[in-house]
Every structure is written in structure tokens, then in C-alpha cells.
């Protein structure tokens, strides 16, 4: 019931933020003087991007955990997140692409932050199909959460890749590394509120897949059982 | 249970007024934007919604067929208890 509740608040308010976060893309914040109307992907692929990574941690924690618990919950957490990540860092690299033609002129660039968040994509993939291929029970999850642990390491140098390695990708704009009035007020504030938007539209996701990896694990009891 | 199912339709059709509203936004941008890039924008919202409503498909789809599964198995294992 509880459970049911807080999906349900999440689903909820996720909704309101977003129709809030639409309305002030499009119609309160002002247009970038040199990128024009297409700086506007800025507000999804950032926040997008972010929380894809915020998965890695999710992951690393829970199979850590897994790993010297062996807690199925921990191995359902991570393999929830690390499902929702590959599905935020794809819609990333998607709006990424769409951005980086009108700006730079290509579809693609090999800089150092790009190119990391596609290892960390392909880091989410291997983790994916190594659930999907390798056998029932806990040999697995035990190889999955090794991976998730080694993959999660790469996400720091995601961050910190603008940073360390200064080119045409631009520099991060939210959390330490950022610096003071890298962003227009109203922008900072617009994509502060899109960040919201997706984290509520995160958790509910994770909370969702994690409700149905319980379904499956239950199932693989019950089917132990009867044979 | 149907409740969620509701409100995850509700949210659904939210989305898709809220991809509409970016539709007419597009199509009629203020005077100072440049409407030169329009149609990267327009593909980067509508390919991020595209991805998220595929994926709710999907998870829905999958919790119900582990529903049923789930059922036919308690079902089964009732009948081999009695047995």
C-alpha cells in the first residue's frame, strides 16, 4: 500500500513539474543569442544526461552490497538502476547528437565527454545482456555486480572530462566543478526545475522496474518449487 | 492497481498535450528566435518522449504477462500440494 502510494505520488508530481518544465522551456526562457532556438535541447539533455550517470552510483551500491550481503533486493536495485540509466543515457546521446549538428556542425565529436558517456552506455549494455544471457540465480548477479562496480568508476571521469580535458564540449553546469554564472539566472532556474522534472520521472521508473524484478524473482522460487 | 493504471494514462496523455504545446511553440516562436534549427529541437523532444513511452509500453507489458505467469504457477503448485 505504501509502495502504491509513493508511486503514485511520484507519477503525480512528476507530471506537474514536467507540464511546469515544458512550459518555462518554451515560453519563459530566453532564446540563446548564438545557439538560437536549438540551445533549447540544453534542458532535457542535461538533466537526461546527469541522471544517467546518477545511476552508476545506484548500481555500485547495490551490487557492493549484494556482493557482501547477498541481499536480492541490493541485485534487484542494481539491476533496476542500471536498466533506467541505459534508457537515460540513450535519450542523452540521442539529444546529443541533435544538438552537437546545429552547434558544431557534425552529428558526432570524439571529445572526451561524448566518448565517455558512450563507454558508460556500453558499460550499461554488456551489464544488460550479461542478465539476460547468463544463467538463473546468483552466478549472474555475482558477475553483473563486478561489472557494475568496475563501470561505475568511469562516471566520475564522465564529470569531470570538460574539466580535465578542456574542448568544444561545453563545461558542467551544475554541482562543484560548475562555475559561478555559468548560466543565465532564468536558464539555471529553468534547467534546475527540468532536473526535478526527470529525477521524480527517475525514481518512479526505478521504483517501477524494481516492483517487477521482485515479480520475476518470485517467479523463479515458485518455479524452483515445482520442479 | 487500476488506479495506477489510470494515472499512468493520465500521465501519458499529459506528455502528449505537453509535446503538442511544444508543436505550436515550434511552429510559432518568438520574433528573436532564429527558426533555422527548429527541426532539431523538435526531433530531440519528440525522440526523448518517443524513447520514455516506449519504455513504459514495455515495463507495463512485462508486468502483466509476469503477472498471469505468476498466477498459473501458484495455481499449479495449490494442485501439486493437494496431490
Known amino acids: ?227 | 492497481m487500476n488506479s495506477t493504471k489510470r494515472i499512468k494514462s493520465a500521465y501519458i496523455y499529459i506528455l502528449l498535450i505537453g509535446i503538442s504545446i511544444l508543436q505550436l511553440a515550434a511552429s510559432h516562436p518568438k520574433e528573436s528566435d532564429s527558426n533555422q534549427f527548429l527541426e532539431y529541437l523538435f526531433a530531440a523532444y519528440t525522440i526523448s518522449w518517443l524513447c520514455f513511452f516506449i519504455y513504459l509500453f514495455f515495463i507495463s507489458k512485462k508486468q502483466k504477462e509476469l503477472e498471469n505467469e505468476l498466477e498459473l504457477l501458484s495455481k499449479e503448485l495449490e494442485k501439486q500440494k493437494k496431490n
Not at chain 1, 90 to 104: C, D, E, N, V
Not at chain 1, 120 to 135: C, D, E, G, H, T
Request: aromatic share 14%; no cysteine.
Open chain 1, 1 to 227: 500500500m505504501i509502495r502504491n502510494f509513493t508511486q503514485l505520488t511520484l507519477l503525480i508530481s512528476s507530471a506537474l513539474v514536467m507540464i511546469l518544465t515544458i512550459y518555462l522551456i518554451f515560453i519563459w526562457v530566453p532564446t540563446d543569442d548564438v545557439l538560437g532556438v536549438s540551445q533549447r535541447i540544453f534542458y532535457f539533455h542535461v538533466p537526461i544526461g546527469i541522471l544517467g550517470l546518477m545511476a552508476f552510483p545506484i548500481v555500485f551500491i547495490g551490487s557492493i552490497t549484494y556482493l557482501i550481503t547477498k541481499n536480492q533486493s541490493m541485485d534487484s536495485i542494481a539491476y533496476s538502476a542500471a536498466e533506467i540509466g541505459a534508457l537515460f543515457l540513450t535519450i542523452a546521446l540521442i539529444t546529443g547528437m541533435l544538438w552537437s549538428k546545429p552547434s558544431w556542425g557534425v552529428w558526432w565529436t570524439w571529445s572526451p565527454q561524448p566518448t565517455l558517456t558512450l563507454v558508460s552506455w556500453l558499460v550499461y549494455m554488456a551489464y544488460i545482456m550479461l542478465r539476460a544471457y547468463s544463467p538463473r540465480g546468483n552466478q549472474g548477479a555475482k558477475y553483473a555486480a563486478v561489472l557494475g562496480i568496475i563501470g561505475s568508476v568511469n562516471s566520475i571521469f564522465v564529470y569531470l572530462a570538460a574539466k580535465i580535458w578542456r574542448d568544444v564540449h561545453p563545461e558542467a553546469v551544475l554541482g562543484p566543478l560548475a562555475e559561478d554564472n555559468s548560466l543565465d539566472p532564468s536558464m539555471q532556474i529553468g534547467l534546475l526545475i527540468a532536473l526535478t522534472a526527470f529525477s521524480l520521472l527517475f525514481l518512479y521508473l526505478i521504483s517501477e522496474r524494481f516492483l517487477i524484478r521482485k515479480t520475476e524473482q518470485k517467479i523463479e522460487r515458485l518455479q524452483y518449487e515445482l520442479d
